[in-house]
């Protein structure tokens, strides 16, 4: 069973950066995308950055130039890199992976996500 696991949430003051990052690690035959989303408490989950095999990106408007999403293709792993975190910013991480263990069986695995905390 693949397990993508997140890390490097924390306590951030407003303006302040962090940089999360996921592995997915398992029986693995191809991976088509990777992302992270979040959902802060109240709200729905919502996506919050993506990037394909070939590499094109793609971002929620709220995040744009100040996230930027990266990926190893030969470590199966996802960067995301924050930078002037905004208190609302404040919410649970978690990577996605789309991916088939077998070819043909291609689904999402979900994380168990990282919280992030933008506070004075």
């Known amino acids: 069973q693949v397990q993508p696991v997140e890390s490097g949430g924390g306590l951030v003051q407003p303006g302040g950066s962090l940089r999360l990052s996921c592995a997915a690690s398992?029986?693995?035959?191809?991976?088509?995308?990777m992302g992270w989303y979040r959902q802060a408490p109240g709200k729905q989950r919502e996506v919050v950055a993506t990037i394909i095999g070939g590499g094109n990106t793609n971002y929620a408007d709220s995040v744009k130039g100040r996230f930027t999403i990266s990926r190893d293709n030969a470590k199966n792993t996802v960067d995301l890199q924050m930078k002037s975190l905004k208190p609302e910013d404040t919410a649970v991480y978690y990577c996605?992976?789309?991916?088939?263990?077998?070819?043909?069986?291609?689904?999402?695995?979900w994380g168990q996500g990282t919280q992030v905390t933008v506070s004075s």
């Open positions: 996605k992976a789309d991916l088939a263990q077998v070819q043909g069986r291609r689904r999402d695995y």
């Open positions: 398992g029986n693995i035959f191809s991976i088509y995308a």
